[in-house]
T-cell receptor, first 112, second 111 residues
Framework: DAGVTQSPTHLIKTRGQQVTLRCSPKSGHDTVSWYQQALGQGPQFIFQ???????QRGNFPDRFSGHQFPNYSSELNVNALLLGDSALYLCASHRDLTDTQYFGPGTRLTVL | SQELEQSPQSLIVQEGKNLTINCTSSKTLYGLYWYKQKYGEGLIFLMMLQKGGEEKSHEKITAKLDEKKQQSSLHITASQPSHAGIYLC???????????FGTGTKLQVIP
C-alpha cells in the first residue's frame, strides 16, 4: 500500500515564475492538506481540500491556490514566486475528521 | 490562535542515554501529535494523544499528555543513533484536522 507521494522531489524556479506541485494521497484517504516548512521552522498550514473544494485555509496570500481531482489527488499552485517562497512543501492526507494525517516526503522548492 | 513551544530547541546526547522533549501549548490540547522528521524529508507519525493523563509507547519512545491537556512530553529510553532527527509536536485545531506545529527539537545521538 503506497503512502503519500509527491512530485517533483526538487524544483528550482526564478522570481516571478509560477510552479505546480503534485500530491497523491494514501490509499483510502479523501482529504489532502498542504503545508509549507521554511528552514528551521515547523510546517505551516496552507490549505485543505475535501470533495474537490478548499475547506480550510491558513494565513497565505491568494498567490497560493490549489485543486483536488476526483481521484483525491491534489495540486498546489504558487504564482509570482518570491524568494521567501523557498521551502519544503509537504502534503498530508487523512481519511476523516478524526484520523491521523500522514505526510509525504515533500517537494523542496528553491526560488532564485 | 494556538501556539506550541518546544524545549529544548536542540539536544546532543550520548548513545544509551535517556532524554525528554517537552511541548507546551498556549491553549487546551484536544489532539496532540508527535512526528519525527529526518532533515529535509517528510514527517513520520509517532503517536497521537487525546485524553488528559494519556500515555502511549512505541518501542523505546513514550509520550504523555498532562491532566490539564496543555503540555506533552516525549521520552526516549536508551537512545540510539537511529533516534536522531527533528521531533515535532502538533496540535489539531478545529474540526478539520488543521495541525499547528511547534518549531521542533533537533536531536543528535553520538555513538
Amino acid at each position: 500500500d503506497a503512502g503519500v507521494t509527491q512530485s517533483p522531489t526538487h524544483l528550482i524556479k526564478t522570481r516571478g515564475q509560477q510552479v505546480t506541485l503534485r500530491c497523491s494521497p494514501k490509499s483510502g484517504h479523501d482529504t489532502v492538506s498542504w503545508y509549507q516548512q521554511a528552514l528551521g521552522q515547523g510546517p505551516q498550514f496552507i490549505f485543505q481540500y475535501y470533495e474537490e473544494e478548499e475547506r480550510q485555509r491558513g494565513n497565505f496570500p491568494d498567490r497560493f491556490s490549489g485543486h483536488q481531482f476526483p481521484n483525491y489527488s491534489s495540486e498546489l499552485n504558487v504564482n509570482a514566486l518570491l524568494l521567501g517562497d523557498s521551502a519544503l512543501y509537504l502534503c498530508a492526507s487523512h481519511r476523516d475528521l478524526t484520523d491521523t494525517q500522514y505526510f509525504g516526503p515533500g517537494t523542496r522548492l528553491t526560488v532564485l | 490562535s494556538q501556539e506550541l513551544e518546544q524545549s529544548p530547541q536542540s539536544l546532543i546526547v550520548q548513545e544509551g542515554k535517556n532524554l525528554t522533549i517537552n511541548c507546551t501549548s498556549s491553549k487546551t490540547l484536544y489532539g496532540l501529535y508527535w512526528y519525527k522528521q529526518k532533515y529535509g524529508e517528510g514527517l513520520i507519525f509517532l503517536m497521537m494523544l487525546q485524553k488528559g493523563g494519556e500515555e502511549k509507547s512505541h518501542e523505546k519512545i513514550t509520550a504523555k499528555l498532562d491532566e490539564k491537556k496543555q503540555q506533552s512530553s516525549l521520552h526516549i529510553t536508551a537512545s540510539q543513533p537511529s533516534h536522531a532527527g527533528i521531533y515535532l509536536c502538533g496540535a489539531s485545531t478545529g474540526g478539520y484536522q488543521k495541525v499547528t506545529f511547534g518549531t521542533g527539537t533537533k536531536l543528535q545521538v553520538i555513538p
